[in-house]
T-cell receptor, first 114, second 114 residues
């Protein structure tokens, strides 16, 4: 299984809502990533988890809260978002180190903040 | 710091014509190089990668890329483009010890004319 799954596919939320994005992989990867991607732009790295521990936080606002409950799951909790947070949120996984540790990406969650 | 430049923001080719997408990178040593394709609203799909060995790399969907160290380039080619190849293409570079943390180019949008 070389698939990364993300749910939901689409999410519309108000600025006062709390919601969560979910990502799952069963490739035995021990690194997982959240990216934010605006239209016609490359993905921007938000967070990296390595062996279920947060290893990189690219100065992301606290209204985004990541969680890695186990080696297969990655969540992104959203609270009090702003309209400019509307974007495609991509999850990826890889081996943390080694020669052949390229990333596998999920299909993304399209988030709209009203 | 590593960086990637994709000089062409938008390229239009006729179906059946050949294609070359340019990618130049800046990095102190030989990096790990990738090409991804992204259809609208979708995640990133890995087309091919270069780590070492043969500098001409074959990928999926009939794509190939050539690593030229002297030119710091990793251009993507396809001999005959299909309408389904219309998409956004991203070149990415990563350190060999941490391929999971990639730096992406700004992307090239490919339009295919019938």
């Amino acid at each position: 299984d070389t698939e990364v799954t993300q749910t939901p596919k689409h999410l519309v939320m108000g600025m006062t809502n709390k919601k969560s994005l979910k990502c799952e992989q069963h490739m035995g990867h021990r690194a997982m990533y959240w990216y934010k991607q605006k239209a016609k732009k490359p993905p921007e790295l938000m967070f990296v988890y390595s062996y279920e521990k947060l290893s990189i936080n690219e100065s992301v606002p606290s209204r985004f809260s990541p969680e890695c409950p186990n080696s297969s799951l990655l969540n992104l909790h959203l609270h009090a978002l702003q309209p400019e947070d509307s974007a495609l949120y991509l999850c990826a996984s890889s081996q943390p180190t080694g020669i052949d540790n390229e990333q596998f990406f999920g299909p993304g969650t399209r988030l709209t903040v009203l | 710091a590593q960086s990637v430049t994709q000089p062409d923001i938008h390229i239009t080719v006729s179906e059946g014509a050949s294609l070359e997408l340019r990618c130049n990178y800046s990095y102190g040593a030989t990096p790990y190089l990738f090409w991804y394709v992204q259809s609208p609203g979708q995640g990133l799909q890995l087309l091919l990668k270069y780590f070492s060995g043969d500098t001409l790399v074959q990928g999926i969907k009939g794509f190939e890329a050539e690593f030229k160290r002297s030119q710091s380039s990793f251009n993507l080619r396809k001999p005959s483009v299909h309408w389904s190849d219309a998409a956004e293409y991203f070149c990415a570079v990563a350190r060999r010890t941490n391929a999971g943390k990639s730096t992406f180019g700004d992307g090239t949008t490919l339009t295919v004319k019938p």
